[in-house]
């Protein structure tokens, strides 16, 4: 059974950083397209970041780019955000998924697997 654990989210402000993990079972994750969504209220959910270890590529939204890094630990079958210089509007709920490479990576419709989120909370 392939399963999807989120960690690391919390409250923090305006400037400060956020690890998230997410933790995979039940697959090998160098073969999959692994990314972060995040969704707010009201909101559709967005791509944030994705990466494809077994070519090295990595993608990135335009407004997490020089702010955001996404890197796998395939040993470990984890996948993180590394969130730095947060700003108010990344607040959301942060979900990790796991999809074939091939499609699209920022759609959400390319994702097979998602986990149940983890709450990214910034104030200034």
């Known amino acids: 059974q392939v399963q999807l654990v989120e960690s690391g989210g919390g409250s923090v402000q305006t400037g400060g950083s956020l690890r998230l993990s997410c933790e995979v079972s039940g697959y090998t994750i160098s073969n999959y397209l692994m990314a972060w969504f995040r969704q707010s209220p009201g909101k559709d959910r967005e791509g944030v970041a994705a990466v494809y270890a077994a070519e090295g590529y990595t993608y990135y939204a335009d407004s997490v780019k020089g702010r955001f890094t996404i890197s796998q630990d395939n040993p470990e079958a984890t996948v993180y955000l590394q969130m730095n210089g947060l700003k108010a509007e990344d607040t959301a709920m942060y979900y990790c998924?796991?999809?074939?490479?091939?499609?699209?990576?920022?759609?959400?419709?390319?994702?097979?697997?998602w986990g149940q989120g983890t709450q990214v909370t910034v104030s200034s």
């Open positions: 998924a796991a999809g074939r490479f091939g499609s699209y990576w920022i759609m959400p419709a390319t994702y097979k697997y």
